[in-house]
């Protein structure tokens, strides 16, 4: 875990910052990043990752919302889960070293019944109530729309226009609006001292004067903090400059710029674009303007849920080499954001990357230099505080071969990591994690001494002169079930350099599933279902639009039930649904990544012309106690987020009260 990135006291962003952020959602990430899923993730993620960005908490102006519509600041029931769940996922990053980042939107806000109403709210915190009036907007919002209609419905609006952009979407607040400043205060104190955030990320800072972020950060004493200047020029660095109070930075701000770079690199298949970032006409990431200062305050990215490729809207993605952009952000100073869907298709690679970074003692504000840099490849040496770490990236990245020097630990698509032998440790080219399936570990030495030998164990002790001794490049078996591997290097008889990965491995059994649809509130006589997704196996019998037809139902705990069962065929399976009645009109919204037993509610609410579903806790079958045995290897949670992988030695010992799947059955544990 990266618990001591956390310690590190700083008013914007720390120096010589040596952690990695994840940004855990992506446009319409619904089910993925729901607040309980990503805490049952938060083991894994907390072992890389030191900061992780969530969405937006607060209940939204529309329902699903990704957040960028804030309506309520107090209340934190958003579509992402409630506010019980949101305290529990912080606190369970949090206790395992990792600070969550919440999406702080503060340059609009929606409206309750007219264009210049706000709620009233009461601020848990400190037991004020809080409000905003016509007055707090800017006089020119909207292009000048929202005065014309306050004049002619008897509202003032502020005297102030806007001293930032304008957007359309939503009311435009006057930051110099003491009223605003007081709302605004008292509500980031509320998210870092009851909710518990670690810090923000700001968005949209283009919309008002980056003096307001320096006075709200230096105001509450945020540790971490990040605008979204959405801009490829000197702005971001200017920007950063004005959130200064007296001589001091305030926040860092995403490189845009670098991100820029990076796409045109790889979209134009030419790979000398990396090496404009030392150019002197790039403020962040250049070494030369002003020794690099500004790299403390880069928060590096080549994707986010802004750029990505939508299901609707080819946004500016990057189209290709997704494992090499992340090698070369990975390998970078500055403080590199790792993007939610990046992370779930190339899980083990960006793991070995941050694995290579920790290992070399990569931070913010290190030196890099370009070691050769042409149409089909880039290779960037960048000087670490324990040692350098040379990597190469591009279509042509396995040509390059380095002198005689470096070690190789980390091969992929279009990229390849070095280690100078000279940084004398050991290398597992297998990252800690849990998997399916048989795993192999191959052991490097990183070496100056030929004769190096690596020792290992497999029981969590430490590894000795006397444990079990290979030469580098042996591949070791790593048994099933939970494993610490502890690796040293061996040299003159004496160990070194010991490290640790803990690996849980099992084998995925394929198994049975029930949906359950109640249509009690809708009044349905019968139930499509459209089914997609997964492995590709789960299309209905009935290929055309709406699906398979059911009629008939089961009664379950007194309502009456359609059901289907379906095979979920791996550990990455699931299926979406739609579901309809008559010739498929009235329908559901889309309902994705089912891989477990659920009973669905059919709502008479609506997003347009579609029925919103409700997920309903019901039907358990049998009541298990917290210390019994199970012989089934997995436990997941209702909505298919694995918890367990060796039940059968653990059983349900040590888990929260609640529901939960095991052995095909719904279970409780009290």
Same mark, same amino acid.
């Given at each position: ?61 529309? #329902? ?12 934190? #029931? ?85 001293? *930032? ?34 810090g923000f990320r700001y968005d949209m800072v283009k919309g008002y004067s980056g003096s307001y972020t320096g ?244 029981? *969590? ?26 690796? *040293? ?57 709406? *699906? ?6 089961v009664n379950v705990e007194g309502k009456n039930w359609y059901k289907k069962s379906y095979t979920i065929n ?101």
């Open positions: 875990m990266m618990a001591s990135s956390l310690s590190v006291s700083a008013q914007g962003w720390p120096s010589n910052y040596d952690g990695v952020m994840l940004q855990a959602f992506y446009w319409d990430s619904f089910t993925p990043s729901q607040w309980r899923t990503l805490e049952a993730q938060s083991g894994d993620i907390s072992n890389y990752f030191s900061l992780v960005w969530v969405p937006q908490s607060g209940r939204a102006a529309n #329902n699903p919302s990704m957040g960028y519509d804030p309506l309520y600041w107090y209340d934190q #029931n958003s579509s992402f889960g409630n506010e019980q769940q949101l305290k529990s996922m912080i606190q369970a990053f949090k206790a395992k070293g990792t600070g969550v980042i919440a999406d702080v939107v503060i340059n609009h806000r929606g409206n309750l019944s007219n264009w210049v109403d706000f709620p009233t709210e009461v601020n848990p915190l400190d037991g004020k109530t809080y409000s905003m009036s016509s007055t707090d907007i800017c006089r020119n919002d909207d292009g000048g729309a929202t005065l014309n209609w306050a004049t002619k419905n008897g509202y003032s609006l502020s005297a102030n226009n806007d001293n *930032g952009e304008d957007w359309s979407g939503m009311r435009d607040l006057d930051h110099m609006s003491q009223n605003v400043q007081d709302n605004v205060n008292a509500y980031l104190k509320y998210l870092l001292n009851y909710l518990g955030y670690t006075m709200y950060n230096s105001n509450c004493g945020v540790q971490y903090s990040v605008g979204e200047c959405w801009d490829a020029t000197r702005t971001i660095r200017n920007w950063i400059d004005a959130t200064k109070v007296g001589d001091q930075i305030q926040s860092a701000a995403f490189d845009f710029q670098f991100r820029y770079t990076v796409r045109n690199a790889i979209n134009s298949k030419n790979w000398t674009n990396l090496g404009k970032q030392n150019e002197g006409n790039w403020p962040l990431m250049s070494n030369n303007y002003e020794s690099g200062k500004y790299r403390r305050y880069a928060v590096t990215f080549v994707e986010n849920h802004d750029t990505e490729r939508r299901a609707n809207s080819a946004q500016d993605p990057i189209v290709r080499d997704t494992l090499a952009a992340n090698a070369y952000l990975l390998a970078m100073p500055g403080t590199p954001c790792v993007f939610m869907t990046h992370w779930m298709a190339c899980k083990k690679d960006i793991k070995m990357m941050i694995n290579a970074r920790k290992a070399a003692g990569i931070h913010s504000m290190c030196t890099y230099a370009n070691q050769a840099n042409n149409t089909g490849y880039y290779a960037v040496r960048t000087t670490g505080n324990k040692c350098d770490l040379l990597a190469v990236v591009g279509t042509n990245a396995a040509t390059y071969q380095p002198d005689a020097r470096w070690q190789p630990i980390l091969t992929g698509y279009h990229y390849a990591y070095y280690l100078p032998k000279s940084a004398e440790l050991a290398w597992v080219d297998l990252p800690a994690g849990e998997y399916d399936g048989q795993q192999t570990a191959t052991l490097t030495a990183v070496s100056e001494d030929e004769g190096a030998k690596l020792v290992y164990t497999l029981d *969590g002790s430490n590894p000795t002169e006397t444990s079990t001794a290979v030469a580098s490049g042996t591949t070791i078996d790593i048994p099933f079930g939970s494993t610490t591997l502890k690796v *040293g290097l061996l040299k003159n008889g004496s160990v070194s350099s010991i490290i640790t990965r803990q690996y849980d491995i099992s084998t995925f059994e394929p198994y049975s599933i029930d949906i359950y649809v109640n249509t009690d509130a809708v009044g349905w006589n019968s139930v499509n279902f459209w089914t997609w997704g997964g492995d590709g196996s789960h299309s209905p019998a009935n290929s055309a639009w709406p *699906g398979d037809k059911v009629t008939s139902t791996s550990a990455t399976d699931c299926i979406n649904f739609v579901f309809s009645t008559g010739t498929g009109s009235p329908q559901t919204v889309d309902i994705n990544d089912i891989n477990a037993t659920t009973f669905f509610e059919i709502s008479t609410n609506k997003d347009g012309s579609k029925h919103l579903v409700n997920t309903v806790e019901t039907g358990i079958k049998e009541t298990i106690s917290p210390t019994l045995p199970t012989d089934n290897d997995a436990i997941y949670t209702l909505d298919g987020r694995l918890v367990r992988r060796n039940a059968r030695i653990e059983g349900t010992a040590g888990l929260p009260a609640g529901l939960y799947i095991m052995g095909h059955r719904k279970v409780v544990v009290r």
